[in-house]
């Protein structure tokens, strides 16, 4: 770990706005992969954000051991801030992770899953797509369900993302099904829906059909 990246984990404004001016290589990336500015991230420095990208700092870089960007580190570790700033600086939202074995899950997806609903409403601005599938074909809805994160959920229904998507599991999807009725019930006035049912004929926990979990259906 190089000094830079240390002081931007540690929000050390001073320190890497010094560094920087020292001509600093804001790319170096330490054994794991990992720049300074996924530091920033990571540690919601906002403001070290700003400073690393203004000094040319790579926003595509990802970490070795998750294929995490920068942007993906700070809607994991629920940055509002931080994501701010880095889709100010153009920072990509389509990218998606790689491991060794690539899941293709994006930042919004993260942003769904790890509970940020600043995050996901700032992705989708910045024209993040709604239904993208990662590789076991999980959405960003069904990872918000999975959270209970009901606020992520409304977000994504607001900007149209479809319901009724399966993903390759034979689980059900972890989601409580009073929560469920009440996402569903709520959109009802807004949506013009003359009924309202959960997912239909199934027999499944939660209101899950039989031949693969969906996110919710209307």
Known sequence: MTALMHNAKQRDIGCVEALILAKADVNLRSKTGVTALIMAARSGCDPCITLLTDA??????????YGLTALMSACKNQQVGCVRNLLSANA????????????GVTALAYASGFSCPGCVQLLLDAG???????????TALMAAARSDCTSCVEKLLEAKATTDIKNDE????????????????GYS???????ISLIGKSTMPYGMPSDGPVALHA
């Open 189 to 195: 006035s807004k949506l013009g829906l003359m009924s």
């Open 170 to 185: 034979e689980l059900p999807l972890s989601m409580p099904h009073v929560m469920v009725t009440r996402i569903v019930f």
């Open 128 to 138: 993040a797509d709604p239904d993208n599938k990662d590789n076991w074909h999980k």
């Open 92 to 103: 990509t939202v389509a990218y998606v992770d790689q491991k060794t074995q690539p899941e």
């Open 56 to 65: 040319g700092a790579n926003m595509a870089l990802k970490d070795n051991r």
